[in-house]
């Protein structure tokens, strides 16, 4: 009798068909099974119950390319099974290894493997909290937005527990119909669209190095990066300037400065923003798209079509201007974009994925200043509008020309500045009449 050959488990192609698809289609995945417990990974098809065989394990002769696709999951699993088979032929001194579920979920989902059979951990709550956590210790984020990503992560957390009665998951193992079920509970708890969106950055976070590492499939992780749910209301300082100004005043100012050394790292970064603002007279929009060509130090210049009406600004930058230029510029955090908000390789073209970018970076910058405004015990919401309003104020009390001043902000028209800064007018329109405007042509006797 020879020696009994160790047995090995033998993957199966499933549909997953526990979660209901308005287009009748299921994502087909390859499933094995070690001591009751799973190892899987998602194919690229999806197929309606219908076509699939599962008998035979094939698709069937109604679908198109039917062949090459059956091909292609053949080569899927034999590929698979024999690195299973390689695993348990080879050994480790005198004996031979065993397989545990650690192991086998890596060899299905192609992951690589060490040498003494150890497999990095790709639990995703724990890699969602340490991508976070580095990404504060090293002034990435402020303390309120670390904050609320962790507390993001553990909602998603008891969501999935109570879906799959478990408190963890291995990255591979999210898909977008956990996604979406995620969206559906967090709507139905009344969440609103700009929450949900949220909600999801950190999961999306995640995914993505997830999928860098090969710890998660990156077709589905790109899929889950699309799934943000469309939001109709524009940014507030995107839309019409509004009646009621708030801007900081000259002490405020002062105080702010003050305050700056004692802030957070990514806190300084959105106060410089909002500095660079104060001196520009720059919207929030054009901050995040703002691109170093649109910068020439040398001349002190700074060439843009700004993001609002297509306007063409071309406009002298001051010393302090060129100041806070000069120190992002030998940081040399992104070639592209100059305060590091957008990725260098973003695609300004990309209209609407550019607008669901600025919500979520323009909410993250108002948290943090939101927080800077409470420490100045400011009796208004401190957000980047603040500094072009503060900006437009203090060059009126300077007697800047109205006419300039409108082009400077970037308005469509001198009246939009006249409707919008009319109380801060009076006192220099007295002037000038005063000064100016004193001709005194009467008879004499009059």
Known sequence: MGRKKADRPTGKF??????????????LYLEYSLNRKFAKTTTE??????????????????????NRINAQLSKLKNGIDAAIIDYLDRTKGNTKRRLTIDILRSIVQRKPITTLGKVENN?????????????YSHGKNSYSLYKNKLNQIDIFKKFVSKKIGEQFINCDDIDIDLINDYIKWRIDRGNKPV??????????????IASIKGFANAEMAYLISKSYLPIKTKLKDEEDEEDDVRYLTEDQIKSLLELYPKLHIRTKDYIDMFLFVIHTGLRVSDIITLRWINIDIEKKELNKILYKGDIKLSTPLTAPAIKILNKWKERNLNDVFVFDILPSDFNLQDVPLLDKMRINKNRSILTSLNEVGNKLELAFKMGMHVGR??????????????????????HSSILVTEKVYAKFLPKTIKEEVETKLDFNF?????
């Open 195 to 208: 929450t949900i969106n949220k909600a999801l950055v950190p999961i999306n976070q995640t995914l993505k």
């Open 442 to 446: 009467l008879p004499d006797g009059y």
């Open 14 to 27: 499933k549909l997953r068909t526990d979660q209901s698809k308005d287009d009748g289609k299921y994502t």
């Open 123 to 135: 639990e995703f709550f724990a890699m969602a909290n340490k991508i976070q956590e580095d990404e």
């Open 45 to 66: 098809y999806k197929f309606k119950p219908s076509e699939w065989d599962d008998k035979n394990q094939k698709v069937k002769g109604t679908v198109p390319n039917y």
């Open 389 to 410: 309003h503060t900006f437009a104020v203090l060059a009126l009390n300077r007697e800047v020309n109205l006419h300039i001043l409108s082009q400077l902000l970037g």
